[in-house]
């Protein structure tokens, strides 16, 4: 069922586990994260780059929206590091409601006003706003952050960033890369407990392929509520259609694409074990429908 992201992070919260939000370009990753939430009874999200979204434009959106209300679990679709308006309000005409705004390559002050422009006009359709500050390291969807470029979240700084914007998420920076770790993560935990203590809405970690699962766990005792996940399924994605396509045999299309299916799922599914997600399906039925006119009562809709 289509969920409200606000919804799955504050539940996951409240009870010690986290959201896999999976990034999907095309049926065969939307079957993936789907199928895999089902197994399990795991809520999920389905998250879309806006270099997928500018690939399979509004068709790629309406598969997931659909997928995720013909879902038997909790799926939110969330459009992820959004640095356009224009993506972003074509985004939520499109009725996706859970959008990154993401003004973390901009310097602070630029950030913070595009933020807030941005929250404001998302909440204006009843959407949730995730946002970022700091700098993340790494490369992921033709996007490339040289280390020299990074900059964690400064504590101090997310507390005043979050009051002036009023994002419903934030995504920190302790150092965790996009892509692959080029060496043992390194993550500043210190930091992500002082963040934690000045700031209650829930914390994001980009990065989360390669990630050990000690560091998950502490992660998630320290507020996390969301996870990115891209690098890990893509890589399986890519092996798999190698490994079907030369393979000696001549195998259908369709064939093919199963197989694909089931290297992404199995990784999805490694991941929600992870996050602690797994058999919490119950903990998000109540209907979508019943959940927004419960919020629109205390003044405000839900995504």
């Given amino acids: 069922m289509l969920s409200s992201t606000q919804e799955l992070l504050e539940t996951a919260h409240?009870?010690?586990?986290?959201?896999?939000?999976?990034?999907?370009?095309?049926?065969?990753?939307?079957?993936?994260?789907?199928?895999?939430?089902?197994?399990?009874?795991?809520?999920?999200?389905?998250?879309?780059?806006?270099?997928?979204?500018?690939?399979?434009?509004?068709?790629?959106?309406a598969l997931c929206l659909e997928a995720a209300k013909s879902a038997n679990v909790a799926i939110s679709v969330h459009l992820d590091h959004s640095t356009s308006e224009r993506d972003i309000r074509l985004s939520l005409q499109a009725r996706v409601r859970s959008i990154m705004a993401d003004g973390s390559p901009m310097p602070y002050e630029q950030n913070l006003e595009f933020t807030r422009s941005m929250a404001q006009l998302a909440h204006s359709y009843g959407g949730v706003v995730e946002a970022e500050i700091g700098r993340i390291s790494g490369t992921e969807d033709g996007l490339t952050i040289a280390e020299k470029e990074a900059k964690m979240t400064d504590p101090d700084q997310a507390l005043e960033f979050v009051a002036q914007t009023q994002v419903d998420a934030l995504a920190v920076t302790i150092g965790n890369v996009h892509g692959e770790y080029k060496s043992p993560p390194r993550l500043d935990f210190a930091r992500l407990e002082r963040i934690r203590r000045l700031i209650n809405i829930p914390l994001v970690l980009h990065g989360a392929s390669g990630l050990p699962e000690g560091m998950i766990a502490q992660s998630i005792q320290l507020g996390v509520s969301k996870f990115n996940v891209n690098t890990e399924?893509?890589?399986?994605?890519?092996?798999?259609?190698?490994?079907?396509?030369?393979?000696?045999?001549?195998?259908?299309?369709?064939?093919?694409?199963?197989?694909?299916?089931?290297?992404?799922?199995?990784?999805?599914?490694?991941?929600?074990?992870?996050?602690?997600?797994?058999?919490?399906?119950?903990?998000?039925?109540?209907?979508?429908?019943?959940?927004?006119?419960?919020?629109?009562?205390n003044g405000r809709a839900i995504a």
């Avoid at 389905?46 to 690939?55: E, F, I, N, W």
């Avoid at 890519?238 to 045999?249: H, N, V, W």
């Fill in 233 to 297: 399924v893509r890589q399986a994605y890519m092996q798999a259609l190698k490994d079907e396509m030369c393979g000696a045999s001549q195998k259908d299309l369709l064939e093919i694409a199963e197989a694909a299916i089931a290297a992404m799922q199995q990784v999805i599914t490694e991941k929600l074990q992870l996050f602690g997600s797994v058999g919490k399906a119950h903990l998000h039925e109540t209907p979508y429908a019943a959940r927004l006119v419960a919020h629109e009562h």
């Fill in 14 to 61: 409240r009870n010690a586990y986290a959201i896999g939000a999976f990034n999907v370009y095309n049926l065969e990753g939307v079957k993936a994260v789907v199928n895999a939430a089902e197994i399990t009874r795991s809520p999920a999200m389905l998250q879309l780059h806006p270099s997928a979204v500018k690939y399979g434009k509004l068709p790629l959106v």
